[in-house]
């Protein structure tokens, strides 16, 4: 059965965005080369990303066209490429799907129709940022996985990644990486009760 990844900036307080108005929400992020050529290394090893709409249509408005800038870097031409082809999930209730070719669209139903696209063949789904989507497929019990790069900052408010969770879930500590910058990749597999 394919797996539910969270993959997630997250400050040390536990916040992904700040209040801040759109991109500026995230400005907080440590960016560098070697932190997206470890995450495109991730991101080559599956065929399908999940989003929420807000999310999404941010990406829709980069990557499709990326590579197509003179000044494109490495990381926007791979990025690119992988976006074009990898399949889009998006939780949405506003987003009509055939606006949106080689994207799937949950609007009903997000525990019943995340377990039928487990149960499809293909690699694991990533779920980019996504603050909505990723608190409502926590509170289904959806996410198998995370991977929070950790970042140095304290923001004190902004959009919480842990939100509403009713139940304990106990999560084992899979991998870690430490990057110059200071970002810490966490990865951190949930265990379940078999």
Not at 29 to 56: H, M, N, W
Not at 66 to 90: E, F, G, M, Q, T
Not at 139 to 148: G, M, R, S, T, V
Not at 157 to 182: A, C, E, Y
Request: include cysteine; aromatic fraction near 10%.
């Amino acid at each position: 059965m394919r797996k539910i990844v969270s993959f997630v900036h997250v400050s040390l307080d536990g916040f992904v965005a700040s209040n801040a108005e759109g991109q500026a929400s995230l400005d907080w992020i440590c960016i560098s080369p070697d932190l997206f050529e470890y995450v495109e290394k991730r991101i080559q090893q599956t065929d399908t990303a999940l989003y929420g709409r807000t999310t999404y249509q941010m990406m829709e408005s980069y990557w499709p066209t990326a590579a197509d800038k003179p000044d494109a870097s490495p990381h926007d031409l791979a990025h690119s490429r992988w976006y074009k082809s990898a399949k889009k999930v998006v939780l949405s209730k506003t987003l009509l799907e055939k606006n949106h070719p080689n994207t799937q669209i949950i609007s009903s139903n997000l525990s019943d129709e995340i377990n039928k696209l487990k149960q499809n063949a293909g690699s694991e789904i990533l779920l980019f940022g996504s603050p909505s989507a990723t608190h409502a497929l926590m509170a289904e019990n959806l996410i198998d996985e995370y991977w929070l790069f950790v970042n140095p900052v304290l923001l004190g408010q902004g959009i919480p990644l842990f939100k509403n969770i009713q139940d304990r879930t106990s999560l084992m500590l899979v991998k870690s990486h430490i990057f110059p910058s200071g970002v810490v990749c966490l990865q951190y597999e949930v265990k379940r009760n078999r």
